[in-house]
């Protein structure tokens, strides 16, 4: 495999760069892919007739992505993500397109399905740090909004295609061609990823008075000097922690991150199943809540995708967590199908827009030498930890009723952009131009 050269070229827009494009083309394969994936396993889970199997098999794989996915983001870090992205997208292709194979020749079993997550899990522990770590290293610092924009429509429109996709493929052929068809995704993606041409990682500021205070001029922490000795994966895991805790903008962003999932995710998932059976929406009134959602999110990334850039993009992102945990809360207390939906597009738009905002601000203020560790945080409490949210929103709702959880998530989600406003770094952060 050849290595390609680093990109010196002037900068262009995002959206006509053809080395972000050919990122945002392997990135959306492997999410169609991810579609796939999951739908087939949960009907393969199905046809083995048990229920808590079913359940275990859909839930183990969350278990590598908790605890590996900090690790991931070390790998990301010391390998370069353009290489753990490709090893482990390789590693997708083949176990899935493995498991198509044997589901081809043999009735499923729980035992079989519960490793094969287990092992996509741990693959994909690698996987998200370091694609969500690519986009400094093939484009220029001015147009990370804009890819976040670009990368937020490509997993709505992988959600839209991969679910009908998975679904005409199980209908066709059974669970065994919808996995060797996200196999073939997984499989494209290569190419395309082969030939990222990557910028090399600048040289951190270590000289002057920023060095002597133990920061660079712009408030973050500079990377350590190299050792004559490589230090340990675990010295890495700490020092990347410990880095986004010193940074004056990282550390506050993270909690932000972690508040507003942890009052999002469970209102806008599970609890939307309970709040349409007990309302007697049904599951096309439900429907219709995910796409006013769907539709919002989307305007929001296409917003950032055409715009670029969003003048002070700490007070909006702020602004707009705060107001859209008001929308979460009213939710629960509208009494039609159609309102709900309009609120829902309200809620999607407004979270859309702070989520995009947040990793465009994640993206430009790490220290590239860290991005991958960094990334790994960020990820691990959309991806790991809060799925172990679920049980909890279940319980709460069946004890208290919808109308008082959404509203204590509405308030857990608003706290996240109350600290963000209370905080002068991060109300006061801006994009590069």
């Not at 993500?81 to 176990?95: C, E, H, M, Q, T």
């Not at 939906?341 to 905002?357: D, E, H, N």
């Not at 990334?375 to 709460?396: H, M, N």
């Amino acid at each position: 495999m050849t290595v390609t050269a680093a990109v010196e070229a002037p900068e262009r827009p995002a959206h006509r760069d053809p080395n972000v494009l050919r990122w945002l083309g392997a990135y959306t394969a492997s999410m169609i892919g991810d579609s796939i994936y999951f739908m087939a396993l949960a009907w393969a889970a199905a046809r083995t007739g048990s229920a808590s199997g079913t359940g275990l098999v859909l839930a183990v794989g969350s278990i590598p992505r908790a605890l590996l996915m900090l690790g991931g983001g070390v790998l990301a870090d010391r390998f370069g993500p353009r290489r753990v992205v490709i090893g482990s997208d390789a590693a997708r292709a083949l176990l899935v397109l493995g498991l198509a194979a044997t589901l081809a020749l043999t009735a499923p079993t729980v035992g079989v399905l519960v490793g094969v997550a287990l092992l996509f899990g741990t693959v994909d522990a690698l996987f998200l740090p370091a694609v969500g770590a690519l986009p400094p290293r093939i484009s220029a610092p001015g147009q990370l909004a804009r890819i976040q924009g670009l990368r937020a429509l490509a997993a709505r429109g992988s959600s839209i295609i991969g679910a009908p996709m998975g679904g005409v493929a199980v209908a066709t052929g059974g669970p065994s061609l919808a996995l060797a068809a996200a196999g073939v995704l997984f499989a494209l993606s290569l190419p395309l990823l082969l030939r990222l041409r990557i910028r090399p990682l600048p040289e951190p500021e270590t000289t002057g008075e920023a060095s002597a205070a133990g920061r660079t001029p712009n408030g973050t922490v500079p990377a350590p000097p190299a050792a004559d000795k490589a230090p340990s994966a675990w010295h890495d895991l700490v020092g990347g922690l410990r880095y986004i805790r010193r940074h004056a903008l990282l550390g506050p962003l993270m909690l932000v991150i972690a508040l507003s999932e942890l009052g999002f995710v469970g209102p806008l998932n599970l609890g939307l199943i309970l709040l349409s059976e007990q309302r007697g929406w049904g599951a096309a009134g439900m429907g219709w809540i995910v796409a006013g959602f769907s539709g919002g999110a989307a305007g929001a990334a296409l917003l950032l995708a055409v715009r670029g850039r969003v003048p002070r993009a700490g007070l909006v992102m702020c602004l707009t967590a705060f107001v859209g945990a008001t929308g979460i809360a009213a939710l629960a207390q509208v009494p039609s199908v159609a309102l709900a939906a309009a609120i829902a597009a309200f809620v999607g738009l407004t979270a859309g827009l702070a989520g995009a905002l947040c990793g465009a601000l994640v993206q430009t203020s790490a220290d590239p030498a860290y991005l991958g560790r960094v990334t790994s945080v960020s990820t691990f409490f959309t991806y790991a930890l809060i799925p172990l949210s679920y049980p909890v929103t279940g319980a709460a709702i069946a004890l208290w009723g919808t109308g008082p959880v959404y509203a204590v998530s509405a308030a857990v989600c608003g706290t996240g952009g109350v600290l963000g406003l209370a905080l002068t770094a991060l109300r006061r952060a801006e994009l590069p131009r």
